[in-house]
């Protein structure tokens, strides 16, 4: 089988198996771009063609967690923020832009080696590599900071608000469960 008998018998499965793990339509079909790449240049690596869906299937998989590790980070969350200011937001963006507004004030209530590394690998961009090695750490253990100050603030923001997501996990809408929330206010 060839390459370009896959994209004609699995291109719309796969498409539609993308669409609901991704925000986007355009970020869909990237992704799809992207594994047909890889089918293309690593189809002689099949040794067994009845195994071919689940390998389609798998490098889907791995494909879209690719795409999520290299999105950018978060370069900075402040009033001046062009991400905060986009001209006629719906509903759903400016819940996200308000309550983006929250997160750098509970930020600076975490221990500091939680917010250290939370600042160095979201807002500078590093890598947790290079988080490990900046503070003399084991990959695991720089990994396990940072997930574990990403639970801190999660439980920090959640204390604060009522958070709505919809079915993909993208915040749908938030509110305030105090009258006036210390760090967002």
Same mark, same amino acid.
């Given at each position: 089988? *060839?390459?370009?008998?896959?994209?004609? $018998?699995?291109? @719309?499965?796969?498409?539609?198996?993308?669409?609901?793990?991704?925000?986007?339509?355009?970020?869909?079909?990237?992704?799809?771009?992207?594994?047909?790449?890889?089918?293309h240049?690593?189809?002689?690596?099949?040794?067994?063609?009845?195994? =071919?869906?689940?390998?389609?299937?798998? =490098?889907?998989?791995?494909?879209?967690? +690719?795409?999520?590790?290299?999105?950018?980070?978060?370069?900075?969350?402040?009033? *001046?923020?062009?991400?905060?200011?986009?001209?006629?937001? +719906?509903?759903? *963006?400016?819940?996200?832009?308000?309550?983006?507004?929250?997160?750098?004030?509970?930020?600076?209530?975490?221990?500091?080696?939680?917010?250290?590394? =939370?600042?160095t690998?979201?807002?500078?961009? @590093?890598?947790?590599?290079?988080?490990?090695?900046?503070?003399?750490?084991?990959?695991?253990?720089?990994?396990?900071?940072?997930?574990?100050?990403?639970?801190?603030?999660?439980?920090?923001? =959640?204390?604060?608000?009522?958070?709505?997501? $919809?079915?993909?996990?993208?915040?749908? $809408?938030?509110?305030?469960k105090?009258?006036?929330?210390?760090?967002?206010s």
């Open positions: 089988m *060839d390459s370009k008998q896959i994209w004609q $018998d699995f291109r @719309q499965r796969l498409q539609a198996f993308i669409r609901v793990r991704v925000r986007t339509e355009h970020d869909a079909e990237d992704i799809l771009q992207d594994v047909f790449v890889k089918v240049q690593n189809l002689s690596t099949l040794k067994a063609e009845d195994r =071919l869906e689940a390998w389609l299937f798998r =490098l889907t998989r791995n494909t879209i967690t +690719d795409y999520y590790r290299r999105s950018r980070p978060i370069e900075s969350i402040d009033d *001046d923020s062009p991400y905060l200011t986009t001209e006629n937001p +719906d509903e759903t *963006d400016l819940a996200i832009k308000e309550l983006a507004r929250c997160i750098k004030p509970l930020l600076q209530t975490l221990p500091i080696k939680y917010r250290h590394a =939370l600042e690998v979201s807002y500078k961009g @590093q890598t947790q590599q290079a988080l490990a090695d900046e503070l003399n750490l084991s990959l695991s253990a720089a990994k396990s900071r940072v997930q574990r100050g990403r639970k801190l603030l999660k439980a920090e923001l =959640l204390s604060c608000c009522e958070v709505e997501y $919809d079915h993909l996990g993208n915040v749908k $809408d938030f509110s305030n105090q009258s006036s929330c210390q760090p967002c």
